[in-house]
């Protein structure tokens, strides 16, 4: 996966999406639509940006980035009886719905990450200043509280773990195979 620039829209589906409504003015959707496109693409600007100093958020974002969604279907994950009712009373989710939900709950767990990932970096720069104040090393070994780190990255990890759950698991053997397969052919 390599970094990506700004695109300049939404995907086609999703602007394909606003549908003119009972009651609308003229022209409405399409200034709702061209202000969504404006907000997005700032968006998307202000991640660019972060990305350059955030190696985290770009490797997640590497990933989101290039995800492609099927404009015809979804897969409903709900037991057979909710199903048919949400059939039956038309509450079925718009496609739209469903692709921002997704997004969303993948961009939910990278800011949980990177939030850990973050109190993980203060946390072992707080202790290492601790270490400075009562005298600094001791025989070459750094001497720290290592509970609330281990909390920390206890809470890394399963963030880490939600991101990864939200993936193909033959996406997953994948990558696992093809980044094995790079670092034999680099060594």
């Known amino acids: ?9 939404p995907a086609q589906q999703y602007l394909e999406s606003y549908r003119p409504m009972p009651g609308d003015l003229p022209f409405q959707r399409y200034f709702i639509q061209a202000g969504d496109v404006r907000t997005w693409k700032k968006l998307k600007q ?9 190696e985290i958020r770009a490797a997640l974002n590497a990933y989101t980035d290039v995800l492609s969604f099927s404009g015809n279907s979804y897969q409903l994950n709900v037991d057979k009886q909710t199903k048919s009712s949400m059939v039956r009373e038309d509450r079925l989710p718009e496609l739209k719905q ?18 850990a990932m973050d109190d993980v970096q203060a946390e072992l720069e707080y202790q ?3 270490q400075e104040k009562r005298g600094g090393e001791r025989k070459g070994v750094v001497v720290i509280d290592a509970r609330d780190l281990l909390e920390l990255l206890t809470e890394a990890q399963k963030a880490c773990d939600q991101w990864f759950s939200v993936i193909d698991p033959k996406d997953v053997k994948l990558a696992v195979e093809t980044v094995t397969l790079e670092r034999g052919l680099s060594t």
Do not use: A, C, H
């Open 1 to 9: 996966l390599t970094l990506q620039g700004v695109p300049s829209k």
């Open 46 to 54: 202000t991640e660019k940006e972060q990305e350059q100093t955030n």
């Open 98 to 115: 469903v692709i921002t939900s997704d997004m969303g709950v993948r961009y939910l767990y990278r800011n949980q990450i990177i939030t």
């Open 128 to 130: 290492l200043s601790q």
